[in-house]
């Protein structure tokens, strides 16, 4: 643990027209070999010290922190630097801001880690930084979980690709009558090549029952040139999509204990678990365990309720937004934070651009995918989309959509709304009720009257 030189902070008096209200504030600049914490001048002799980044160190921080009584940190989001030091400061109970590092850049011409810590410490002073969203520790762990298991299912999928791949390289057009290799046909026959075994025929027999190709179809898609090198890199690529396959099944089991967990720790839901919607299937990479259950018993709302959402999409989205909806005052800073709403950037009084923020929300990119899929459903939001769709195009009705999804979201979480759709006929009937109208009020403007196309009688006009 090293002290720096320079110790002496600039003076409050220098922010000429700022209010201070933040008094007992502190900055920190992260870093993979050492942390750089300033405090204000009047918090002790020294206003920046430097501290290593292993544990012992970390805590020799805190400990400097509490000895300057400081109350409040912030820090930037560098990379994963910043994960333990968040962790043990919230431990010692300090209450952490996480800054995006885009918003408080330093004054160009002018970096270094003291200065970058005493700018941290200044802003965070005058109330000018605004924290990042980070769920409960116990949210935290469940995403650490979900977010592991998203790239063990990426991983086994190129495997997948490759083993496709080195198919094709034997011409062996297996894909062209099987939808998914990966089923039970396909990896019969895949295992069994791997094994020595290179006749169609019997390759072909291994066909399950309802598989929709026939098996001269299926034989006449596996002639081919069974050269040995492709055959060993096959196997090779099938071990380690097995592999994974085994590491999937380690992590459903952790993540089934850690909801089971969550699930002890909260009361009884005092509504009951509503029956499940039977349109959707179960999602193909989903974990093979009841999490629908639990996520009720933990949240006390059942979002599968949702058009288009599932239980493993709901599982997802609980492990990114958490459980706690006061964090977001209202439903659109809720779906602000997600970058779903317009970003209206105005000079003149004229709206220069009106597009969504550029956002990796992990929350939105699931409702995005929901929005798609809820566009091919008889509901009423299947009926916006594809009314959006018609007239604006896929893009926007996508993000529209998917910001109407975010909407329920928070709405169910917060447990005052209970979901039931109207169905698609409802909704078009409200989107005639609205042209009409306003193709009355428009009339009436203009002077005109309107009639009705079947019974002939004049529509009254609309009062205003």
């Known amino acids: 643990m090293k002290s720096n030189g320079r110790s002496k902070g600039k003076k409050r008096g220098d922010r000429a027209g700022l209010r201070l209200v933040t008094a007992h504030a502190a900055g920190i600049d992260c870093g993979s070999r050492a942390h750089y914490v300033a405090v204000g001048a009047d918090h002790g002799p020294e206003a920046v010290r430097r501290f290593g980044a292993v544990t012992p ?10 000895s300057c009584a400081i109350e409040t940190v912030a820090m930037e989001s560098t990379g994963v630097y910043w994960i333990a030091l968040y962790e043990i400061l919230e431990e010692h109970g300090f209450e952490v801001v996480l800054v995006n590092a885009h918003h408080v850049k330093h004054v160009p011409g002018r970096k270094s880690d003291v200065q970058d810590c005493q700018w941290l410490q200044e802003l965070h002073s005058f109330g000018l930084l605004r924290g990042s969203f980070r769920p409960s520790a116990e949210i935290v762990g469940l995403r650490a979980y979900l977010r592991h298991r998203e790239k063990l299912v990426q991983n086994a999928g190129d495997h997948v690709r490759r083993m496709q791949k080195v198919l094709l390289e034997m011409n062996l057009q297996l894909h062209t009558v099987l939808s998914d290799i990966t089923g039970l046909t396909g990896m019969r026959i895949i295992r069994d090549i791997v094994a020595g075994q290179t006749d169609p025929k019997v390759l072909a027999g291994y066909r399950h029952g309802r598989c929709q190709a026939t098996e001269a179809e299926i034989e006449a898609s596996l002639t081919g040139n069974y050269r040995p090198e492709h055959v060993f890199v096959l196997r090779q690529h099938l071990a380690l999509f097995d592999a994974y396959q085994g590491q999937i099944g380690e992590c459903d089991e952790a993540l089934d204990s850690e909801l089971k967990r969550l ?22 990479n989903a974990p093979r365990f009841d999490s629908r259950a639990l996520l009720h018993q933990i949240t006390g709302a059942d979002l599968t309720q949702i058009d288009s959402i599932g239980s493993y999409t709901a599982l997802r989205l609980v492990s990114e937004v958490g459980t706690d909806m006061s964090r977001w005052p209202t439903e ?70 998917a910001r109407k999804l975010a909407i329920l979201v928070y709405r169910v979480l917060r447990g005052d709304f209970n979901y039931r759709d109207p169905g698609a006929e409802t909704y078009d009937a409200q989107h005639r009720a609205r042209a009409v109208r306003s193709l009355r009020a428009r009339a009436q403007r203009l002077g005109f009257n309107l009639f009705d196309a079947e019974t002939g009688e004049l529509l009254e006009p609309v009062v205003s």
């Open 57 to 66: 160190e970390l805590h020799a921080l805190a400990d400097w922190l509490k």
């Open 263 to 284: 699930a002890a720790q909260q009361d009884d839901p005092s509504q009951a678990l509503p029956k499940a919607r039977t349109p959707y299937r179960t999602q193909g």
């Open 332 to 401: 659109k800073h809720f779906v602000s934070w997600m970058c779903l709403s317009p970003s209206n950037k105005v000079s003149g009084d004229r709206i220069l651009s009106s597009r969504t923020r550029p956002s990796t929300n992990r929350a939105a990119t699931q409702l995005r995918l929901c929005a798609v899929s809820v566009g091919r459903t008889q509901s009423a939001l299947g009926a916006y989309y594809r009314r959006l769709a018609y007239r604006v195009g896929k893009a926007k009705a996508v993000t529209a959509t």
